[in-house]
């Protein structure tokens, strides 16, 4: 009788906490937001997110009653609040003009800034807790040479500068013995034709970056890191049937390529994944995945993290915000999901969007008055497995019996009765049996195979005992 009593229990539980979610957006799991206003609602801030780090570019700050003095503002995460905080007022070079932070790189404590105005620079900040200090400049190979564009994945920075009529790409790596990137031995490669775009993924091992000239040739071509000889070398390059600006934006994973395409003629725009694998195989790589925009709708940002895809995109034309969306792709099932941000216009325009593992942050404007937003979350996602624990604690009962809004499994793996006791003991064996044995049931599948079987009981057998 004490076995049915402790089941109806969990499950009026579950019901409850069902009922709780029911009609949530459980993705994103939005936690806070950050507001700021700006004189011009169409130029672009930047935003990048490096946990525990958010970082704010604002181009065109107002600040202390400057004109066109660009800014950086950084963010630390609190674990405890659940909530990012102003830590360091560090303004950036305040000194260097317009368009500072208009273009940020974030990852593992380093920070990189490109601006175009008063010359043309990439600043290094690092952080000593919580302050950042400008720790190395890195400048144009000439005084009239131009960074493009950047990308930072320790321990490789990698960038595209016009210089004297061509265009390169410089290889910049960490050298730890100084803290700063090693430009005296750079690796240098001449690029495509036009204006180029940079992704990177570097890795102790082989690291892969692609280059792409969405303007002329509209191509990736594809380099790969050997580390027997430190050298980079053009590995292959993706031409497509196409006649649209394909490679407007690039992004590129541990496991996946994803390259966009503005809309041309009546042919819309799109973003198409790869598996990075095929992709960098020789012969004609195959998508494993399209995403169709929406008519005149072009990529304004995107990135990839864990198994998902978040794609900011809208109508370029449009006289008003009408026509804004993000979209995210589930890149197991290529599935989309428009995201939906709370508080905030539907049809607003995102320009910026960064992701971090289980954390994203996406700036938005609010409305056409100029006001502002930069939205953060954390996806809570606690087994991670790419999924946000919320969608998960809807979508299946049984995963977040005692309703603390974790799933138990992060808890206590195999503790089947948490509202009774915590220790894993003989009356958790008995509920498991008793809860769907044989069956696709959440609530005892600690292994998440849609089964609950005698695998899920050897973790009841193992965590045997108190929960920690």
């Not at 109806?8 to 950050?34: D, F, K, M």
């Not at 700063?180 to 970056?209: C, M, P, Q, R, W």
């Not at 191509?219 to 580390?227: D, R």
């Not at 049809?347 to 593992?357: E, I, P, V």
């Amino acid at each position: 009788m004490r076995r049915i009593q402790i089941v109806c229990v969990i499950w009026a539980t579950v019901l409850t906490q069902a009922a709780a979610w029911a009609g949530l957006n459980c993705y994103p799991y939005w936690q806070e937001q950050i507001v700021f206003l700006g004189d011009d609602w169409l130029d672009s801030r930047s935003v990048a997110v490096s946990l525990p780090w958010l970082a704010i570019g604002d181009p065109l700050s107002d600040e202390y009653g400057l004109e066109d003095v660009g800014r950086v503002t950084f963010y630390h995460y609190d674990y405890d609040l659940h909530e990012f905080t102003p830590v360091d007022t560090m303004l950036g070079r305040v000194d260097e003009g317009m368009r500072y932070g208009g273009v940020m790189e974030m990852s593992e404590g380093v920070a990189t800034v490109l601006f175009q105005s008063e010359g043309s620079k990439i600043e290094v900040l690092s952080t000593d807790e919580l302050e950042w200090d400008l720790q190395q400049t890195i400048e144009p190979l000439s005084a009239d040479g131009v960074f493009q564009s950047m990308a930072l994945d320790p321990p490789w920075l990698v960038a595209s500068e016009t210089h004297d009529g061509e265009v390169l790409i410089r290889f910049f790596k960490w050298d730890p013995d100084f803290d700063e990137f090693d430009v005296k031995n750079a690796s240098l490669h001449a690029g495509l034709e036009g204006y180029l775009l940079t992704a990177i993924h570097g890795t102790s091992g082989i690291s892969t970056a692609l280059i792409a000239d969405p303007y002329l040739e509209r191509e990736v071509a594809i380099l790969q890191f050997n580390p027997s000889n430190s050298t980079w070398y053009w590995k292959n390059i993706h031409h497509p049937d196409v006649s649209e600006f394909y490679g407007q934006n690039i992004v590129v994973s541990s496991q996946h390529v994803a390259i966009s395409a503005s809309p041309s003629g009546d042919a819309p725009g799109y973003v198409e994944v790869f598996e990075k694998n095929n992709f960098m195989a020789n012969g004609v790589p195959t998508p494993i995945h399209t995403m169709t925009l929406p008519e005149s709708h072009s990529v304004f940002d995107m990135d990839l993290s864990y198994s998902w895809l978040l794609v900011s995109h809208f109508d370029t034309w449009a006289d008003d915000l009408v026509g804004g969306q993000l979209t995210r792709m589930d890149l197991s099932t290529g599935v989309e999901t428009e995201v939906v941000i709370p508080n905030l216009r539907s049809d607003s325009r995102t320009r910026s969007l960064d992701l971090d593992g289980s954390f994203f942050a996406a700036e938005g404007i609010e409305d056409s008055v100029n006001n502002r937003s930069v939205f953060y979350t954390p996806l809570v996602d606690c087994d991670s497995d790419g999924e946000s624990d919320p969608c998960e604690i809807e979508d299946r009962f049984g995963l977040d019996a005692d309703s603390d809004g974790v799933l138990d499994t992060c808890v206590c793996p195999g503790n089947m009765n948490p509202l009774v006791d915590t220790q894993i003991d003989a009356e958790d064996v008995l509920i498991l049996l008793q809860s769907g044995w044989g069956g696709d049931t959440g609530w005892g599948d600690f292994n998440g195979d849609d089964d609950t079987n005698v695998l899920d009981l050897l973790i009841v057998l193992e965590n045997w005992g108190d929960c920690p």
